[in-house]
């Protein structure tokens, strides 16, 4: 405890002598990756200082005490990158990290399909080989960013004559090129994040080809590791900010984009906890009223216990012990947590909670909350798969029925 004691002590002299909001952005991010406090975990040099999780969460909870910008938030950042340094090669590193680190490029996902989703490994996006490139044919769905993102890592299948897990490849593709098509498409709260993406003889070089041909679902299945620990591991209260040109965000002031309201796309998070539900009861006058306080009192309770399998799980880690499926039921709890939120939020708020825009009550953030929750139940893998991971993984449970694991995929049967 005294290490991180002294680790805050260092990270707090730091930000008093260097955050400055009158820096843009831009100057801020390489400021951060260049001292390697932008990701604490990744390697020295890499924007990093190769620190612990509980130690970067440390590093974090300092940033968002000195009100200062946190890092660039992408699926890039997320998760590209640390797959990159997992399972690239050391040329692939130095090469494709940086760009993430300083937050001058923001990239997507492309996994996703119209007929693959919780059955990933069924995808059928086609890459090609073609001297050194690959081409690559198919359509992806539900992509989130896409059209901020400057690369995408990408599942795609190399190989159609063995079992379907065994048959994809993992690359890292420009999104700036003739053969990729992005469409944005409308979700309930009113956002495009997402889009469905066109694959028509699009092109990756080989040098992009992550963790070598065939080995695409160990690259799939560590992304998506990243994904739920990643999004469930962010410290609260740190700001979001889209990295890259395409972010529209580096050459604002770095002051005004920390102090805006945080977007992930998923709606705000803030109103999910009972700390800021509890506030708007009492501020609306209804935190006396029995009903409210008792849901109030679930969702404090339901926060808590998550939390505390947080630390366990942190603990576990660092102790050298396996966290089992945590992740997993980190997501799920994050989903009746959201649920418990989405009923006491507008019930709290009365008709006002209906209200979009930012000129409602709490700039819409709670009508917006409501209409976003389910989103969080389905994307990066929705609740009945976080199940199944459990169930088999955690408790040892006998594994799905799966008649096609084995069987070479151009002969897996196609719904029309
Ligand atoms: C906000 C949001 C952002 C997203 N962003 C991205 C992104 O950036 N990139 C990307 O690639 N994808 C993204 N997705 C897609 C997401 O990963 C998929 O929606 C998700 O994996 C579910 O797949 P599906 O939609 O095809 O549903 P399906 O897999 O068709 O599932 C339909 C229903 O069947 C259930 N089901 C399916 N299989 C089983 C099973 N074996 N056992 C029990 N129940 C089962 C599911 O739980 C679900 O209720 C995003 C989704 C959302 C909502």
């Not at 997320?78 to 990159?84: A, C, L, Q, T, Y």
């Not at 897990?165 to 979700?187: A, C, K, M, N, T």
């Not at 102790?319 to 959201?338: D, R, Y």
């Not at 006491?344 to 409602?360: C, F, N, S, T």
Request: aromatic residues 6%; charged residues 25%; proline residues 5%.
């Amino acid at each position: 405890m005294a290490d991180l004691d002294d680790l805050r002590e260092e990270v707090r002299s730091w930000l008093n002598e260097q955050w400055d909001p009158d820096l843009t952005v831009r100057q801020w991010w390489e400021r951060m990756a260049e001292a390697g406090w932008q990701f604490p975990t990744w390697p020295e040099g890499l924007g990093g200082r190769g620190l612990t999780a509980a130690e970067g969460r440390a590093v974090a909870a300092e940033v968002v005490e000195a009100g200062a910008l946190g890092p660039p938030f992408s699926l890039g950042q997320v998760m590209g990158g640390p797959v990159v340094l997992q399972q690239g090669d050391d040329e692939q590193r130095a090469r494709l990290v940086p760009p993430l680190a300083d937050g001058t490029e923001g990239w997507c996902q492309f996994f996703s399909e119209p007929e693959a989703g919780s059955d990933l490994a069924g995808l059928r996006t086609t890459a090609e080989k073609d001297g050194d490139e690959w081409v690559i044919n198919g359509q992806k769905v539900w992509t989130s960013g896409a059209l901020a993102a400057h690369r995408g890592m990408l599942v795609a299948r190399s190989n159609w004559d063995v079992a379907k897990h065994r048959g994809l490849s993992y690359f890292i593709i420009d999104v700036d090129q003739p053969g990729i098509e992005i469409r944005p498409l409308r979700q309930m709260n009113g956002q495009a994040h997402f889009n469905e993406v066109f694959f028509t003889d699009a092109r990756v070089s080989n040098d992009n080809l992550i963790g070598g041909e065939g080995n695409g679902w160990a690259s799939a299945v560590a992304t998506l590791a990243f994904e739920r620990s990643g999004l469930s591991n962010r410290v609260p209260g740190l700001s979001v900010a889209l990295p890259g040109e395409k972010g529209h965000m580096l050459d604002r002031s770095a002051g005004e984009v920390a102090s805006a309201p945080s977007d992930t796309g998923l709606g705000s998070r803030a109103f999910r906890s009972s700390t800021e539900i509890g506030r708007l009861a009492a501020e609306r006058g209804s935190s006396n009223d029995p009903l409210v306080r008792q849901e109030l009192m679930k969702l404090k309770t339901m926060g808590s216990v998550a939390n505390w399998s947080g630390q366990r799980a942190r603990e576990a880690a660092k102790a050298g012990q396996s966290p089992g499926s945590f992740a997993n039921t980190a997501k799920l709890a994050g989903s009746h947590i959201g649920r418990a939120a989405q009923q006491l939020g507008p019930q709290v708020l009365g008709a006002e909670g209906m209200l979009a825009g930012e000129d409602a009550p709490h700039y819409g953030q709670v009508a917006d909350m409501a209409l976003s929750v389910p989103a969080g139940a389905i994307a990066g893998g929705t609740d009945e798969i976080q199940r199944n991971i459990i169930g088999e993984r955690g408790l040892g449970l006998p594994k799905d029925v799966a008649v096609d694991r084995d069987m070479p995929f151009r002969d897996v049967p196609k719904s029309q």
